[in-house]
Structure formats: C-alpha cells, structure tokens
C-alpha cells in the first residue's frame, strides 16, 4: 500500500508486511513490536519509521520499546491503544466476532463490507483502476491470517502506550485525516504528550488517508523530513 507515497516522496523504503498479512505469519503483540525492532536494527540509519492504522499502533510501540533505533516517527490514524482494562476486553470481544466473520464469509465479502464504511468513503474518489487495484491487493492476503492479526494485535490485545509516549525524544509527525474524527483527536492528544510532535490534518480525508490523498501525505512528509 506504500508504494504509490514512496514514489512520490522518493528515497530508499523498506515495506515489510505486517503479521498475519501478505507473506508475514501472525504472532503475538510482543513479538510483532521485536520483529520490527530487528528489521530496523539491520536497517542503515538514519532511520524514519511510518505506521498507519495498525501499523501505525505498532510503529508507536516500537519507538517506545527501541528509541536509539528510531531516528524520525510516522504515525498515521493510529493511537495509543485503549486506556483501560474495561475498555480493552469490551474490544477484545468485538474483535473476536469480527475475526470469526471474516473466516466464516471470506476475504473478498469481508473487504467488500469494510470498505463501504463511511471512514473509507473518500477511497471513492481515486480512479476505477486504483480502486481494483486496492481491492486486489487486499484480497491477496488470507482471511486467516487476517483474522488471526486481529484477534492478536488489535487494540484490546496490545498494551496502553499513552503512559509512555512522553519517554519519546525523536521528532514525531501526526497525520490523520480532517473526517477521521476518532484519529484526529487522537493525534492532538498525542501530540500534547510528545515533545517534538507536528500534526498534520488533511483536509476532507477519512481513514485511509494515505490512499485517498496520497499527494498531501506525501507533501506533508516532504516538508517535515531534514534535507
């Protein structure tokens, strides 16, 4: 999915696959946050670490548990992770049911339901061909895998990382999308914590703003990078 923002921001990109998706087995929370840990350690610095969504959950934990690894941070309509322990296992719960629909009606239903959300609305507005694209892209992954990822690595199963996001001395950069109400204030909450956070809010964008504006995003990082 980083293919078209990293040929717009140019550079060397590493893009691996998160656990459960494309090629990646599913793992647990711990071990998902220590694959990428030694992923970046083998990495030339500096090194600027990009997240979104649950990727972006976990580039936050990963700057957290290996700050000296972490030059620059990316966070991309993610947060912390939920505050509380009620909170946590009322998701785990909803989780659960998910992950068991997604096995039960398949990939391509499931990526047909999630994207008629409204949060994905804005993914309408890129041309025919990106959207087939997109769609085959995603269904290239197996509902087992990604229903696995879920179960393991969704919000009620990571720990709560906004106790320690302050600990963060690297320059952070927030982005979300303006719609993204969730996320949006979730990145100004962040950033109220992080010494050296910038926010940027894309105008119009939902969730998947890096697919739906990947210009702006793009534009966004350009600006924000050194040199």
């Not at 909170?87 to 047909?112: N, T």
């Not at 600990?167 to 993204?180: H, N």
């Amino acid at each position: 999915m980083w293919s078209e923002l990293a040929a717009l921001v140019g550079g060397e990109w590493l893009m691996p696959d998160l656990p459960g998706h494309g090629s990646e087995p599913p793992c647990l929370w711990g071990k998902a946050v220590e694959g990428i840990g030694v992923r970046l350690a083998g990495a030339a610095a500096p090194r600027c670490l990009l997240g979104y969504s649950m990727g972006g959950r976990l580039a936050l934990a990963v700057a957290v548990a290996y700050p000296g690894l972490v030059d620059r941070l990316v966070v991309v309509s993610a947060g912390p992770g939920l505050a509380t322990a009620a909170e946590r296992r009322r998701r785990r719960a909803r989780d659960r049911l998910l992950a068991a629909h997604i096995e039960e009606a398949g990939l391509p239903a499931f990526i047909e339901e999630w994207l008629a959300q409204p949060l994905f609305a804005g993914l309408g507005s890129r041309p025919a061909e990106w959207r087939s694209a997109d769609a085959a892209a995603r269904a290239s992954n197996q509902a087992a895998g990604v229903a696995t990822a879920l179960r393991r690595l969704g919000q009620g199963s990571q720990p709560y990382l906004g106790g320690r996001v302050g600990e963060l001395r690297m320059p952070v950069l927030l982005i979300s999308g303006e719609a993204d109400a969730v996320y949006a204030a979730a990145a100004r909450r962040l950033a109220g914590r992080i010494a050296r956070a910038a926010v940027v809010e894309v105008p119009g964008a939902g969730h998947a703003v890096v697919g739906e504006r990947p210009e702006e995003v793009a534009t966004a990082l350009a600006s924000w990078l050194p040199g």
